[in-house]
Nanobody, 125 residues
């Protein structure tokens, strides 16, 4: 499966952005889709994920309550709605697909085999 992330940009603190991850094939029923981010000088970190079944969502503590992940099966697209953005959310955001990835493995970059290119999110203070 091929992924393409989009929707990044420059926003002021407190603002919102919606990232999109478009896939080349239907992912529901097979692939868990995760969002990760990498800030300059830091390791890539888990942000959010939606399970291959579509029934479970996962969030990093730092974004829970502000970010929402959702899946539009008809469009083969997963969205990451980001509200109340903070300067520390500044990073390159990546989406990834993991075949039948579930449970605690959902949070690990090693559980995902397919990665899209990143999209840069910059939050100004």
């Amino acid at each position: 499966v091929q992924l393409q992330a989009s929707g990044g940009g420059l926003v002021q603190a407190g603002g919102s952005l919606r990232l999109s991850c478009a896939s080349s094939e239907q992912t529901v029923g097979v692939y868990t889709i995760g969002w990760f981010r990498q800030a300059p000088g830091k390791e890539r970190a888990f942000v959010a994920a939606i399970s291959w079944s579509g029934g479970n969502t996962y969030y990093a503590d730092s974004v829970r309550g502000r970010f929402t992940i959702s899946r539009d099966n008809a469009k083969n697209t997963v969205y990451l709605q980001m509200n109340n953005l903070k300067p520390e959310d500044t990073a390159v955001y990546y989406c990834a697909a993991g075949r039948y990835t579930a449970g605690r493995y959902t949070l690990s970059t090693g559980s995902y085999d397919n990665w899209g290119q990143g999209t840069l999110v910059t939050v100004s203070s």
